[in-house]
């Protein structure tokens, strides 16, 4: 369960997209807003057994759309100026942005 902004929607849609979570179904708990997911599994597991997180409010990791680590192990979420998408698409439509995290 996670408070609904346009970000978390936005990431929401790209792991639903992956097949990393099955659903998200909007909420209304305590008079607020939130989301909430439903991981997908395969044969008894989770789709994904683990997360990296890159960027932090501390320390921002910015990548070109060359970059070797949108690519590789798992599905990169790169925030463009074009919105969240996958490492794999911004890297075909030609975007940089800031990396957020890897799944796989």
């Known amino acids: 369960m996670f408070p609904q902004t346009r970000m978390t929607k936005a990431l929401s849609d790209v792991l639903v997209k ?3 979570l099955k659903s998200v179904k909007e ?3 305590e008079g607020r807003k939130v989301l909430v997911g439903e991981i997908a599994y395969g044969k008894e597991e989770a789709a994904f057994s683990d997360v990296v997180l890159f960027s932090k ?3 921002r990791v910015y990548v070109t759309a060359k970059d070797k ?5 798992g599905v990169a979420v790169v925030s463009t100026n074009k919105g969240i998408m996958t490492g794999k698409e911004a890297s ?3 975007f940089g942005g800031e990396l957020l ?3 796989w």
């Not at 680590?69 to 192990?73: A, E, S």
Request: positive net charge.
């Open 101 to 103: 995290f890897r799944v």
């Open 18 to 20: 992956e097949r990393y």
């Open 69 to 73: 680590r949108l690519r590789g192990l």
């Open 27 to 29: 909420d209304v708990v």
């Open 57 to 59: 409010p501390s320390l």
């Open 92 to 94: 075909e439509k030609g």
